[in-house]
């Protein structure tokens, strides 16, 4: 199975510091639907991992995030894509749980939903906690520079608490064409 597990905020939607707390609030990042299209039409099942603490702060209820996955979902169809499942932290900080990014459980529940190992598994998120709950999981870390991501741009090598193998990339798209490129690489050797 080829599985990819993405971040939401900053990733696939536009990061707010206030929090995404609706489904009009929710806006999609300038070609990160088409890139989770490009996914789904090369084979790869998509899934979500996200710390939602907006539940567990009391700034949205169940109701609000089930509107902002569903308008996600109906987007995405709308360019021919999906995502198989998203997973959610809905815990605030303050809970110490072991599903709240950098921690891994989300990320195991992932893997036990799935039946695989995660080892070498693609992630991709804007976020240091989002690679290190991956890399912890044995997943393959990719940092977006858009949302959070965006601060580290420029910045060669990447801070020494990221994970050693972390790739960068500008956005959700160019993390896509090289998944991708590395894929049709991989098929043309094996046709050798």
Same mark, same amino acid.
């Given at each position: ?14 990061? +707010? ?9 929710? %806006? ?58 998203? !997973?959610?932290? *809905? ?10 990014? *950098?921690?891994?459980?989300? !990320? ?5 939903? !799935? ?6 598994? *693609?992630?991709?998120?804007?976020? &240091?906690?989002?690679? @290190? ?12 520079? %858009? ?9 060669? *090598? ?7 193998? %972390? +790739? ?16 049709? +690489?991989?098929? &043309? @050797?094996?046709?050798?």
């Amino acid at each position: 199975m080829k599985l990819v597990i993405l971040d939401r905020n900053g990733t696939i939607n536009v990061h +707010r510091e206030d929090f995404v707390k609706s489904d009009i609030e929710w %806006t999609p990042l300038p070609g990160a639907l088409e890139a989770v299209a490009r996914l789904n039409h090369a084979g790869w099942h998509v899934v979500i991992a996200s710390n939602q603490s907006g539940l567990g702060r009391g700034l949205f209820d169940m109701a609000s995030l089930n509107a902002m996955h569903a308008k996600m979902h109906k987007m995405l169809a709308a360019v021919g894509g999906k995502v198989d499942a998203v !997973f959610y932290c *809905p815990h605030s900080p303050d809970e110490d749980c072991d599903c709240r990014k *950098p921690k891994d459980g989300l !990320f195991l529940q992932i893997g036990d939903r !799935f039946g695989i190992d995660l080892k070498g598994v *693609p992630t991709a998120g804007d976020s &240091l906690r989002d690679l @290190q709950a991956g890399a912890s999981a044995g997943c393959e870390p990719h940092l977006l520079l %858009t949302g959070m991501g965006a601060a580290c741009r420029g910045v060669d *090598p990447l801070p020494s608490e990221y994970p050693a193998d %972390t +790739r960068v990339h500008e956005d959700l798209a160019a993390f896509v064409d090289f998944l991708l490129a590395r894929e049709a +690489r991989a098929a &043309l @050797q094996v046709a050798v």
